[in-house]
Every structure is written in structure tokens, then in C-alpha cells.
């Protein structure tokens, strides 16, 4: 059995429980990876982030930041998130509980040879220019060149067959549920239960602006971007530029991620946004 390891960069208490971890798991006989910035901090072989697809289980150790990190290289792959104390709403295992819950999640697999997980949708942006970006769990953001007072650009969004709304603005924006705590909540959207399947279109900064809108996770939608220098379509957090005018698509993945171990209580998790 594979099990990755992605702690948070620069966490001494994430680096000290991957360590931890690796020395527990590989006397029963488990195959460890670490990411290659885990790697650096705990003195051991690293491996590409992206080649934890190729295992059965990946812990992801700190905050949510560090959970996406890690499933952009998981794939389809289950992830157990450790919680150290950020708003952790990908994250439901205490530090404390960690060792015991990966252990038991690995003595399910040799049982069962399978990591029993919940999905999570994840989105997908493509362009006229033949370019897509990497799958993001939590959002998709189309945005002019520089956002602020004179900047931004002109943006159409088609639902669909139908606009929904066009004019000048910073940007749009596309969340999952699970991303609804995320830039969509900074934004001024609403919050999602993340068993709703819906995704919320909510734009930035908007001249004119619309309401956030909820629509069914299986809809089309296209970003019609112009009138700006270039235009910048992220992906969780990464960022590729494209030129404009450019008719951004976003679409669920063919492959949902997948979440293992027990299930964050998502109304205490709101709490800790006070």
C-alpha cells in the first residue's frame, strides 16, 4: 500500500506529525511518499506532488490551503485531512486523532482494498486557444488584467443558452459548495451546504452588478472576457494568463475528488469565521 504525505510549508507541528506518521506507517510495512517540500522539512526522499495520484491514500497535514495543494496532485485518489487549528472546513481530524485514523484507514484498505470516501465536485476551465486549467475543488475566477477603481474588463456570462448578465467588472466567479467558505464568502456570496449540488456564479466587483446566482452543478456556463489587457483564469491557486477576448467554459471534471475519514460538522466550522 501507498500512502502520501503533504504537510503544510513551514509548519513545525505539521513537519514534526509527518514525520510521525512516516516512521509509524513504514514499520507496518506501508510505502510513504512525501511531497517534496514536506520532504525538505522532515530530511526525507521527496516525490512531485502530482505523482500522489499513483497512491491509495494522501493525508494532507494543516489548513485548507494546504488540503487543495494536495489534491490538485491526488486526482481521484482519497485525501484525509489533519486540522491544526485553521477555519478547516476540508479538515476533520485532530492532530492527536491523526496516527490512529490513518492506521485505520489503512487497515480498511488491506480489508477491504478500498479507502471508503464522500465526493466533492471539482471544476474545470477551458479556452478558445486550446488551454484548460488544473481542476480546482474549490473555485474558478476569470478577472481582468488588475482589479480596482478604472481596471478590471468587460465580461458576458451565458447560463446555458441564456445571459445572465454582461457588463464591466473585475471579474467572475465560479465556486463549488465546498468552495462557497472560500473567495466566493469574500466576495459577498452565500454560503453552501456542501451536500447541496449547486454551484454559485457571483461576480467581482461589478459595475452594474447581478445577485450571486446558484445553478445545477451539470450547467453550462461561459465567460466571455474582452476589453482588458489579458485576462487571468485561476484555478484555486493557480493562475494562467490569456489573451483576450477570450470565452472562458467551466464544467464539472469527469473525476470528482474524494474526501476519506470522518466528515467535518460543517455548521461548527462556520463558528470559527467570527
Given at each position: 500500500m501507498h500512502v502520501g504525505i503533504v504537510a503544510q510549508r513551514g509548519n513545525d507541528r505539521a513537519a514534526d506529525l509527518a514525520s510521525r506518521l512516516r516512521e509509524t506507517l513504514e514499520a507496518?510495512?506501508?510505502?510513504?511518499?512525501?511531497?517534496?517540500?514536506?520532504?525538505?522539512?522532515?530530511?526525507?526522499?521527496?516525490?512531485?506532488?502530482?505523482?500522489?495520484?499513483?497512491?491509495?491514500?494522501?493525508?494532507?497535514?494543516?489548513?485548507?490551503?494546504?488540503?487543495?495543494?494536495?489534491?490538485?496532485?491526488?486526482?481521484?485518489?482519497?485525501?484525509?485531512?489533519?486540522?491544526?487549528?485553521?477555519?478547516?472546513?476540508?479538515?476533520?481530524?485532530?492532530?492527536?486523532?491523526?496516527?490512529?485514523?490513518?492506521?485505520?484507514?489503512?487497515?480498511?484498505?488491506?480489508?477491504?482494498?478500498?479507502?471508503?470516501?464522500?465526493?466533492?465536485?471539482?471544476?474545470?476551465?477551458?479556452?478558445?486557444?486550446?488551454?484548460?486549467?488544473h481542476p480546482a475543488l474549490n473555485e474558478i475566477s476569470v478577472q481582468g488584467a488588475q482589479r480596482g477603481h478604472g481596471q478590471g474588463g468587460e465580461f458576458e456570462i451565458r447560463v446555458g443558452d441564456t445571459t445572465y448578465d454582461a457588463g464591466h467588472a473585475d471579474g467572475v466567479l465560479v465556486s463549488t459548495p465546498t468552495g462557497s467558505t472560500a473567495y466566493n464568502l469574500s466576495e459577498g456570496g452565500p454560503l453552501v451546504n456542501p451536500d447541496v449540488g449547486g454551484l454559485v456564479i457571483n461576480q467581482m466587483c461589478a459595475t452594474d452588478p447581478m445577485p450571486p446566482l446558484v445553478v445545477d452543478l451539470d450547467e453550462d456556463i461561459e465567460i466571455h472576457v474582452s476589453e482588458t489587457p489579458h485576462a487571468v483564469v485561476s484555478s484555486d491557486a493557480t493562475h494562467k494568463q490569456v489573451a483576450v477576448p477570450e470565452t472562458v467554459s467551466v464544467s464539472l471534471t469527469p473525476e470528482p475528488a474524494r474526501i476519506a475519514g470522518p466528515s467535518a460538522d460543517f455548521y461548527k466550522a462556520l463558528e470559527k469565521l467570527d
Open positions: 507496518e510495512d506501508v510505502d510513504i511518499w512525501v511531497d517534496e517540500s514536506t520532504a525538505e522539512q522532515i530530511d526525507a526522499p521527496g516525490v512531485d506532488v502530482d505523482q500522489m495520484t499513483e497512491c491509495n491514500l494522501v493525508v494532507s497535514i494543516g489548513g485548507d490551503g494546504t488540503f487543495l495543494f494536495a489534491a490538485r496532485g491526488a486526482g481521484s485518489t482519497p485525501i484525509l485531512g489533519v486540522n491544526l487549528g485553521e477555519v478547516g472546513f476540508l479538515n476533520a481530524v485532530r492532530p492527536d486523532e491523526a496516527v490512529e485514523e490513518v492506521r485505520s484507514e489503512v487497515a480498511t484498505y488491506r480489508e477491504t482494498g478500498a479507502i471508503p470516501s464522500r465526493k466533492a465536485p471539482r471544476l474545470v476551465a477551458s479556452g478558445d486557444g486550446d488551454w484548460s486549467t
